[in-house]
């Protein structure tokens, strides 16, 4: 008899189908790969089956019983842990207090039985092969060990199935390796877990088993051994691929920006140069270092060695002032949390960046910004009524010519877009696509991070793929193809 069985499970948002009749069967004591792109309905599935949000249709049995209005409380009652990728501790308590945290032990008068607690987590962790000091503050712990704390809570309180999202993008290949031998023990004692990953070397040297999603569809489950990278690689991406019509070959100019062996958060050993007017393409798995790569080129994560060299001039270390003076300009990935200022009129969030640089000015022209607005307004289609409205009043794929236009207003040369196209719909795409090569060709040099691959092939010249912090590949525009990039991001290749 099946673990968990979840046959024909539908969910739709505003909607809109992301999970359609789905299904997923793992086995007592199995590793069970859940594969499939960004948006291919992993996710919604897992919050379904632990009871973050409801399911419009279908049926869910666990451990022969048939689950129905499932709460969090009452999955992780079932035996249901969720190991998410942002891990869910309290880095200001001690290891214990985050073990306990909702089920302390107290004596009659409602004290704590504290050292009760942290014999008991000794005695886990020795079980477990985990050497961690329960007294230690959470703060102090590594990555690895905070993975394996988390691990060790679900299993405190007698986790039957693990789902492990992604565990492994923060560890270093020792950690992986510590990680997966306390998975292969608890496997052998009968405990379930469903991981979810893209990189193919640990797929294909940990899991016993695979279901793969395609656009919220269930497209192909099976034993590991029985296939390759190559075949799930295609079960996720599929065949269709979009390559459009709007990237334009053109001239580039000088060097204008240089790497030399630049480590830092999330990356390191890279080295690229960067021509004048080229659309340099960024591309990996969630955490593979591209996006912290552009980061700290803006001076919002430090750069721990190597060279930076923009236009000319060298830089081992920059900050977010250096860099804006130096004609660098940064699109965040999430622009909800680190572009919009929603108190602030459009026009203000635009003039922004230009009033940091120019902060020797005590007062704002405003008239003189406004017109600026206007001018930029007509250059990128801005769709606004007034420079006074709040910037909340704008469709996102408006908000985001606004912030483009942020940086066109500093004289920013060098234009950091990390997943530019991120939360807007098709048509607005489109328009950030056409203006990028317009840019381009009026001389800006961008890098354009983001997993969509059609949007790599729609203006990249061409491509760094990024994998473990490390660039794995480099491709011509001509070369941009959806399977491709997915193998290289997910190390297939290797695998």
Not at 109 to 132: A, H
Not at 165 to 193: A, M, Q, R, W, Y
Not at 352 to 376: C, G, R
Request: glycine share 8%; charged share 25%; hydrophobic share 35%.
């Amino acid at each position: 008899m099946s673990l968990l069985e979840m046959k024909n499970i539908k969910k739709s948002f505003s909607g809109v189908p992301v999970l359609k009749g789905v299904d997923l069967t793992v086995e007592k004591g199995e590793i069970h790969a859940l594969l499939g792109e960004n948006g291919a309905g992993k996710s919604t599935l897992m919050n379904i089956l632990t009871g973050t949000i409801d399911s419009d249709g279908g049926s869910i049995t666990f451990d022969g019983q048939e689950l129905k209005n499932i709460t969090i409380k009452k999955s992780e009652e079932t035996g249901i842990a969720f190991v998410h990728q942002e891990l869910n501790l309290f880095n200001d308590l001690r290891v214990f207090e985050n073990i306990y945290i909702n089920k302390e032990l107290t004596n009659a008068f409602g004290k704590l039985r504290k050292k009760e607690m942290i014999r008991n987590s000794e005695k886990l962790f020795k079980e477990l092969g985990v050497s961690i000091d329960p007294e230690e503050l959470v703060d102090n712990l590594k990555m690895g060990e905070k993975q394996l704390l988390e691990i060790s809570k679900a299993l405190f309180f007698d986790a039957k199935l693990l789902i492990l999202d992604e565990p492994t993008t923060s560890l270093t290949n020792e950690e992986v390796e510590h990680l997966f031998g306390i998975v292969k023990e608890l496997k052998k004692k009968g405990i379930s877990f469903i991981f979810i990953s893209h990189k193919m070397p640990e797929i294909f040297e940990y899991c016993d088993s695979y279901t793969v999603f395609r656009n919220g569809e269930y497209v192909g489950s099976g034993k590991i051994a029985d296939t390759t990278p190559q075949e799930v690689t295609k079960l996720m991406v599929g065949h269709a691929s979009d390559n459009g019509d709007i990237y334009r070959k053109r001239e580039t100019g000088e060097e204008v920006l240089k790497l030399d062996k630049v480590s830092g958060k999330g990356f390191s050993n890279i080295s690229m140069s960067v021509k004048k007017g080229e659309i340099l393409g960024l591309t990996g798995l969630q955490g593979s270092g591209s996006s912290e790569l552009l980061q700290s080129l803006f001076g919002a994560n430090p750069i721990s060695s190597g060279e930076v060299e923009v236009f000319g001039k060298k830089f081992s270390e920059i900050d977010t002032h250096k860099a804006m003076r130096a004609g660098i300009g940064l699109l965040p990935a999430n622009r909800k949390e680190n572009s919009v200022i929603p108190d602030m009129t459009i026009a203000e969030n635009m003039y922004l960046a230009e009033q940091v640089l120019s902060a020797v000015h005590f007062n704002i022209d405003k008239k003189k910004e406004k017109d600026n607005y206007q001018n930029y307004k007509q250059q990128l289609n801005i769709k606004a009524e007034s420079a006074d409205d709040g910037i909340l009043s704008l469709s996102g794929g408006n908000q985001q010519k606004v912030f483009i236009a942020r940086w066109l207003n500093t004289g920013a040369d060098i234009l950091l877009f990390d997943n530019p196209t991120q939360g807007i719909d098709v048509g607005a795409k489109e328009e950030i696509y056409k203006l990028i090569l317009k840019l381009s060709e009026s001389g800006k040099t961008i890098l354009v991070n983001t997993l969509e691959i059609p949007e790599l092939q729609k203006v990249a010249d061409r491509v760094l793929i990024f994998y473990n912090g490390e660039i794995i590949k480099s491709l011509s525009h001509d070369e941009i193809e959806e399977h491709t990039v997915m193998m290289y991001s997910t190390n297939s290749v290797e695998a």
